[in-house]
């Protein structure tokens, strides 16, 4: 199972919403990220997770607010968000050690839209 | 600092084979990924180097040069569902950071 899950597939909020998406793994990875990634251009790296704890945050703004639960799941909690901040949001999981072995698995992403 | 370079589109005809280069400065190089992300979807994974050479897994090959800071990615026998977008993307030491390069848009054409 190579799968990487999230919920939900669109989502549209206004500016005052507080709205979660989640992402979910059964790989056993211990290495989770959250991405944002705007028309035609890279994925950009938001935030990674390492045996849940917050490894890396890219100084990504206090409105997007991560959270791993447990190893198989990862949260992103958003809050007070920004027209500027609609984008496709993925989520992507990898082992932790060895060389090459951090192979990122992408989820199919959650496309947000804020109004 | 870091700086990855593919080219923004190609197109290339049905059957054919195409290159899609990508150069790449960094400090700290541990990797170098090839992921195909089409319009709307993840991207999904392709390939990975590490040593110098070449790495070939079906009809698909990806070469990399470290002294030169340099990657290919190889399709063969195109087919009109490669039509994608294919996303060059450096590992760094010390960390999970995987900086992606803007992606090369292939088309292909009939």
């Known amino acids: 199972d190579t799968e990487v899950t999230q919920t939900p597939k669109h989502l549209v909020m206004g500016m005052t919403n507080k709205k979660s998406l989640k992402c979910e793994q059964h790989?056993?990875?211990?290495?989770m990220y959250w991405y944002k990634q705007k028309a035609k251009k890279p994925p950009e790296l938001m935030f990674v997770y390492s045996y849940e704890k917050l490894s890396i945050n890219e100084s990504v703004p206090s409105r997007f607010s991560p959270e791993c639960p447990n190893s198989s799941l990862l949260n992103l909690h958003l809050h007070a968000l920004q027209p500027e901040d609609s984008a496709l949001y993925l989520c992507?999981?990898?082992?932790?050690?060895?060389?090459?072995?951090?192979?990122?698995?992408f989820g199919p992403g959650t496309r947000l839209t804020v109004l | 600092g870091q700086n990855i370079d593919q080219p923004t589109e190609m197109t290339a005809t049905e059957g054919a084979i195409v290159q899609i280069n990508c150069t790449y400065q960094t400090s700290g190089f541990n990797g170098l990924f090839w992921y195909q992300q089409h319009a709307g979807e993840a991207p999904t994974f392709l390939s990975y180097?590490?040593?110098?050479g070449l790495e070939e897994k079906g009809r698909f090959s990806s070469f990399l040069s470290r002294s030169k800071g340099y990657s290919y990615l190889l399709l063969k026998e195109l087919q009109m569902k490669d039509s994608a977008s294919y996303l060059c993307?450096?590992?760094?030491?010390?960390?999970?950071?995987?900086?992606f390069g803007a992606g090369t848009r292939l088309f292909v054409k009939a």
């Open positions: 180097n590490v040593l110098d």
């Open positions: 993307a450096v590992r760094r030491t010390g960390g999970f950071k995987t900086i």
């Open positions: 790989m056993g990875h211990r290495a």
């Open positions: 992507a999981s990898s082992q932790v050690v060895g060389p090459g072995t951090d192979t990122q698995y």
